[in-house]
């Protein structure tokens, strides 16, 4: 019978993960396409400061816990060892998810319950890493989301199991806290262990670590009743904040400068009064959807296009909660139980977000309390319905079995009868693994679209990658109305959306500013060379009612033809490529000459020659922590009406300048404090007593 479930997931898995590793390229959803002359831009560390983001003009990294992972894993196996991208993205993403997530999900469950059967291990492991909010989200190409989710039980377990160390080093506040005894130094280095995994969650995703520590603090305080105040104190120092601060610790370098400087570059993002409408326009799941783990996109993935709720569904949590009609005489275990049925029902209730019942609760939490702010779209809690029913769900199926296995005990005479009671535990177990399938069905036959689409990069745009790439100097292009997913950017091509850049709804307003008065100057300004507007081969740009509309791309070819300062190029196939005349360089003066060099993306060095007092300009996106460095001065920007850097040059002269970031530096401390905490928690662990 385990041989026969065994066969069933693992033929399942197979073909529903086959896309990744079968194509040449995973393409697809929010999964970016890295063009190979591109990646060799990275470094070990990601910049303070890059010029593709915000929209081509530069930015803060948004995720820059994330691209530090990125980066690391280019620099090392991509740059160094030479390893092609293809191979490197399918084992530290895609493969990464896939293991971390059946190994996982079985920690955890074992954790719960120490003797769990092989066949339990590959139902946890199904359950978790195949479910309709998992794949949606892998499937969407939502890679950080779902490497922090597939660390998930990790952090939940080694959270668990630390709560039970501290409880087991002894109950004397004073000598525990100075780890006398063995039991309290293991207590100690596997905090030290926990705070890294929750660490390494927090570098994919600080959202869903955010969501785990919901679960652990929901844990933790069913671990605390009727406990005196010193074990209270010694729980919360060893289980929340010594592993909290290895965490913020070793993301020094992202978080020193969010404290120095007191903003984010998600900052607008986070606004409760601005996001609370978002808050509600988000909450597309219904309560009787959340609770049967069904995710309100499935199977389609089409953002608004919510589905109807399935009723082959609701089996689910009926299946997951009927763990609490098998209680057992093991008062841990039990204990453990009511905790998951506890944490799926309110997983349940916070991912319908502002939707019955109680909707109003919800709303109120997102505007008072710290962090949930960041949960603009609440399906993110689905997180914590997924970690109960991995737990619950092997208990059930565990204990309906046995119970059948009672009340149909095996017979030999029953067996050579053909009687079907005898066969009445296999067939339950049978029949609850095809359930599980036939749930995601969509998924073995090959229905997923994004990721789990097989896709081929158009000719066409490698041509334009050759053409862009062997330019030398600064340039951006203007993508009308946006980027395609193949679009070609570099830290010297960074590339700019039209609708964004024009505040803009439809091709036809930004043709109507591009025929205006000053645009070629504007855009020249910005040191635009070439609008382009995209081959949209997987009708994701020009669309309508959700299809492809090739009036749409012919009609804004057509319009940007009437536009008489551009030139449209030949030789990009179905790409329309029009040139603008004298883009300015990255840096340039209204009076003078100007060599220049990149040093980094968030430093530059300048040999300048002026004639007369001027403005050096520079064609980033304003930000006030840009500095210029001259004759031992430190000069700040000013903004220009394009929105770009302006430093003032007061007398005529030669000079050597530097111009950086100066935000840079606090980022590079952080490193230095990551390493360092890094360095000093290996050697504690290493040397520590035994």
Not at 225 to 246: A, D, T
Not at 323 to 344: A, E, H, M, Q, Y
Request: net charge positive; with cysteine; aromatic share 18%.
């Amino acid at each position: 019978m385990v041989k026969l479930t065994s066969f069933f997931i693992f033929i399942a898995s197979v073909i529903i993960f086959r896309p990744w590793f079968a194509a040449r390229e995973v393409i697809g959803g929010d999964w970016p396409y890295f063009f190979s002359s591109f990646l060799k831009e990275f470094t070990l560390f990601p910049p303070s400061w890059a010029p593709y983001q915000g929209n081509g003009f530069g930015g803060e990294f948004v995720s820059y816990h994330l691209d530090s992972y990125l980066y690391l894993v280019v620099y090392l196996f991509v740059n160094v060892l030479n390893i092609p991208w293809e191979i490197v993205h399918k084992v530290f993403f895609f493969g990464f998810y896939i293991a971390s997530s059946i190994l996982s999900s079985i920690y955890l469950l074992t954790t719960v319950l120490p003797t769990a059967k092989i066949w339990q291990k590959i139902i946890v492991s199904f359950v978790f890493t195949i479910n309709t909010y998992i794949l949606m989200v892998v499937g969407g190409g939502q890679m950080g989301v779902a490497l922090a989710y597939s660390i998930a039980p990790l952090v939940l377990a080694s959270f668990m199991k630390l709560v039970n160390l501290i409880n087991s080093s002894g109950s004397s506040f004073p000598p525990a806290l100075a780890f006398p005894t063995i039991s309290g130094w293991r207590a100690g280095k596997f905090t030290i262990v926990t705070g890294l995994i929750l660490a390494l969650q927090v570098m994919f995703d600080p959202r869903i670590a955010y969501l785990s520590m919901i679960a652990v603090g929901i844990y933790l305080a069913s671990q605390i009743i009727k406990k005196n105040i010193l074990n209270i104190l010694r729980l919360m120092l060893y289980v929340l904040v010594i592993p909290m601060g290895i965490a913020i610790l070793l993301h020094a370098s992202w978080i020193l400068p969010l404290v120095a400087f007191q903003s984010s570059p998600v900052g607008g993002i986070i606004s409760r009064q601005s996001s609370l409408g978002a808050f509600e326009f988000f909450s597309f799941a219904s309560f009787s959807q959340s609770l049967s783990l069904l995710h309100p996109n499935w199977p389609e993935n089409i953002f608004g296009k919510i589905g109807f709720m399935q009723p082959e569904f609701l089996m689910l949590p009926i299946l997951a909660y009927a763990s609490l009609l098998f209680v057992r005489k093991n008062k841990i275990i039990d204990g453990k139980i009511l905790f998951f049925v506890l944490l799926g029902i309110i997983g349940a209730f916070l991912a319908k977000g502002a939707n019955p019942p109680f909707g109003g609760i919800n709303m109120w939490m997102f505007m008072h309390i710290p962090g949930f702010t960041f949960f603009r779209d609440p399906t993110k809690f689905y997180l914590l319905i997924v970690l109960s029913y991995s737990v619950l769900i092997p208990c059930s199926i565990h204990s309906i079995y046995d119970w059948l296995k009672l009340k149909f005990p095996p017979s030999p005479r029953l067996r050579r009868a053909g009687k079907i009671q005898n066969f009445l535990p296999n067939l339950f177990l049978i029949f609850t693994i095809l359930y599980l399938l036939f749930l995601i069905q969509p998924a073995l036959f090959g229905q997923l679209g994004g990721t789990f689409k097989e896709h081929k990069i158009p000719r066409e745009y490698i041509e334009l990658k050759d053409f862009l790439n062997n330019q030398s100097g600064f340039f951006r292009t203007l993508w009308i109305p946006r980027q395609q997913r193949f679009t070609y950017y570099s830290n010297t091509h960074p590339s700019v959306e039209g609708l964004s850049l024009f505040k803009a709804t439809s091709s036809a307003e930004v043709i109507t500013y591009l025929n205006g008065k000053n645009s070629q100057n504007y855009l020249s300004d910005l040191s635009i060379k070439y609008l382009i507007v995209p081959y949209d081969e997987f009708g994701e740009i020009f669309v309508n009612d959700r299809k492809y509309d090739e009036k749409q791309y012919q009609y804004t070819i057509d319009k940007l033809k009437t536009v008489s300062w551009l030139k449209r190029l030949n030789g990009f196939g179905k790409i329309a490529v029009f040139e603008i005349p004298n883009p300015k360089d990255h840096f340039w003066v209204k009076d003078g000459d100007i060599e220049y060099k990149m040093l980094s993306p968030d430093r530059y060095s300048l040999k300048i020659s002026t004639h007369t007092s001027t403005f050096l300009l520079f064609s980033e996106a304003y930000s006030p922590h840009w500095a210029m460095k001259i004759e031992n001065r430190f000069i700040t920007p000013e903004k220009t009406n394009s929105g770009i850097n302006s430093f003032k040059i007061a007398k005529v002269g030669n000079y050597d300048i530097e111009v950086y970031f100066s935000k840079e530096i606090y980022y590079r401390s952080g490193w230095a404090i990551s390493i360092l905490a890094l360095f000093l928690l290996s050697t504690f662990f290493i040397y520590g007593k035994k």
